[in-house]
């Protein structure tokens, strides 16, 4: 049985002032809830971490991610953020290889695979961004694609490590653009990925491993995205930085009947 994870990023976004007038909110309509059957993670950027992180220890109501961290364990590398000093501010996630990453600052699945290694050496879980472009879409390379980046990215893995990784989906087309996946290409997508990790994990892992799909996923079609047998939530981007929507999805994520 997989618990739903609705993960916001906020990429690059909020002054400190904003970030906490944001996540006072997201706290106040979380707060309105019953219990929520959904694990709820925020990823601001790195300096408001600690803020989240404190305010998480009074509520407890979210989980806090990092979105990136550094592929060296410590030392002379200026302006590199850690996985170590993540861990020790009580983050408990960290998004690696974003599309934006990938793209703007050139990370590989090699540089991403040790990325994932500090993270699992602290203890921390990695959230790992696969997808394609619309290229690769429209030339029906998307799989390969994507079964590259899981091979190099992550696949190296032990079952035990693999146990700690949220995998999400996005495709690179749909973010920030308003054209999401269809329902039936997430689930086509999210099966094939599923797929992948039985193969090398067996089955077991592959029922518990959580898939969310990331892409233009908003308050208007995350019912009929999270309904899907293989989607376990969603990497929200744009519809993060609103706590009413952001809540919204969360509460359409948890009431969605869990998959035995
Ligand atoms: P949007 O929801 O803004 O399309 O962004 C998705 C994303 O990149 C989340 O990581």
Redesign the pocket.
Known sequence: MRNKIVAG?WKMNCSFDEAEMLVDEILDRLEEQEELECEVIVCPPFPYLEMLTDMEFEEQQFNVGAQNCSAYEKGAYTGEVSAKMLRSLDVDYC?VG???RRKYFGETNEVLAEKINRLIENNMSPIY?VGEVLEEREANRHFEVVKEQLEKGLFHLDRDAINDVVI?Y?PVW????GKTATPDQAQEMHAFIRSLVKEHYGDAVADEIRILY????NAKNATELFSQPDVDGG?????SLKAEDFVSICVQASQIKEKE
């Open positions: 990023n998004i974003h599309s934006e961004c999400a996005e749909a973010i920030g653009t990331g892409g233009s996923c990497l929200i981007g744009g519809a």
